[in-house]
């Protein structure tokens, strides 16, 4: 394990000031008045990091008196001669800290209040035990030149050991909200004990909650296959709705953004239950960049019904578009819906007169079936579908008369009307 009071230049301030004389004669004076040290620092501490006073951990306090200890002794025992020891107990603050979430900048804080006082109670003590030939400027740079090393080594200790331990408890949190994410969203069996026992710890199984699934790609699905633009992707839709009294599950599956969103249902079983989790998520989502389009499912009462929710949101998402980049499962016209879900099952059953009704509105720019979309629109009004697309009537009768040629059913009437729009929205071109 890497020293880190074994640098060079620490050494050559250490052997200035054994060559003053300061080593070892200083030390039996800092560790008769190390208590005062000790209580200087914890007191200096205090009143300049408000961080360690404002902590609500109980913790803190007691392990930062500890802490300084271990440096006071650190310090007698170099300034004694003392080879320098492994700092094991700043690695441990650090993961300490990290794990508590302490802020790394109040920790660092505290330690430029330990580089003031140290300096301070170094320098007038080596001032006292210095030998009479020592130059008294050289041995305040000596001093100095030790005090800035050591806070300045421990420093760079604390920091590397502080961001690794919170890459590590980020990677566990990660795999664990990852564990959770794939649970929810794949289903699980409630006698299924240890997928219960994960759920309930981690408050998925309380009473009164609704959940909602979204899913979120770029308009460009190839992009997030890179990993780096799904992760600002993922980012963007998290900031989104950072600030929704919901809690959030996030994370990409199958190439997809995907949000597990929970709120209360209500508060007991007298008050009046809250807006539709569904509802109060869909404003924040519309504030996502413009390249994003994104489905959300309707309101699941339970987390059984998640996979369920799943489904719905991977729908939506197919309806999203440039012109509406959000779209809701209750926001899909129930025909559209319909003809999305049976298209892809009824292709086998499809009447036998489409594909010569499809090549000859190909044959005719799209005119045959532009013509039975108007006419619907019109509630079945010639005369007015001749004046939503700037044509005779005799047109639109001939057309009509076109399409009765080719498929056997008129279109004037309303079930061979229907029949042709469901047909025709139901086909799949070929790619």
């Not at 539709?276 to 309707?298: E, H, K, W």
């Amino acid at each position: 394990m890497v020293n880190f009071l074994e640098s060079t230049q620490l050494v050559t301030a250490t052997r200035s000031l054994r060559d003053f004389g300061v080593i070892p004669r200083i030390a039996p004076g800092l560790r008769e008045h190390s208590d005062d040290l000790l209580r200087s620092l914890y007191k200096l501490i205090l009143q300049e990091v408000r961080a360690f006073t404002a902590s609500g951990n109980p913790d803190v306090l007691p392990e930062l008196e500890q802490h300084l200890r271990h440096h006071v002794e650190e310090i007698c025992s170099l300034l004694a001669g003392q080879p320098p020891g492994d700092l094991a107990f700043v690695r441990s603050h650090a993961r300490r800290r990290a794990g508590q979430k302490f802020p790394l900048d109040a920790v660092l804080a505290s330690y430029r209040c330990i580089h003031k006082s140290l300096a301070e109670w170094i320098r007038d003590a080596a001032l006292q035990s210095a030998n009479d030939s020592a130059q008294l400027r050289r041995v305040v740079a000596a001093v100095a030149d030790f005090t800035i090393e050591y806070t300045g080594a421990i420093g760079t200790l604390i920091t590397s050991e502080y961001v690794s331990q919170t890459r590590l408890l980020a990677e566990a949190e990660g795999d664990r909200r990852s564990e959770l994410l794939n649970l929810l969203l794949s289903g699980y069996d409630e006698s299924d004990r240890r997928a219960a026992q994960l759920l309930r710890r981690a408050g998925y199984l309380e009473q009164r909650q609704s959940f909602c699934v979204a899913v979120a790609r770029s308009v460009d699905p190839r992009e997030m296959e890179n990993a780096a633009r799904a992760k600002r992707m993922a980012d963007a839709v998290s900031e989104a709705i950072r600030n929704l009294p919901v809690r959030v599950l996030i994370g990409i599956n199958e190439n997809l953004v995907t949000v597990i969103l929970s709120g209360t249902r209500r508060q007991s079983g007298w008050t009046a239950p809250q807006s539709l989790l569904a509802d109060r998520v869909y404003p924040q989502l519309r504030t996502v960049g413009p390249a994003a389009l994104i489905g959300v499912s309707t309101d699941a009462p339970s987390t059984s019904h998640i996979p369920n929710a799943l489904t719905q949101a991977k729908l939506s998402l197919d309806f999203a578009s440039v012109g509406e980049r959000v779209m809701s499962w209750a926001r899909i016209p129930f025909r559209d819906m319909l003809v999305r879900v049976a298209a892809e099952q009824i292709q086998s059953a499809l009447p036998a007169w489409l594909a010569a009704f499809l090549e000859a509105d190909r044959k005719a720019r799209g005119s045959l079936g532009k013509t039975l979309r108007a006419y619907a629109k019109a509630d079945m009004n010639i005369l007015k579908t001749a004046k939503d697309l700037s044509l005779h009537p005799n047109t639109i009768y001939a057309r009509m008369q076109k399409i009765n040629d080719i498929t056997e059913l008129n279109p004037l009437s309303y079930n061979a009307l229907t029949e042709l729009l469901l047909a025709t929205d139901c086909a799949i071109p070929d790619p």
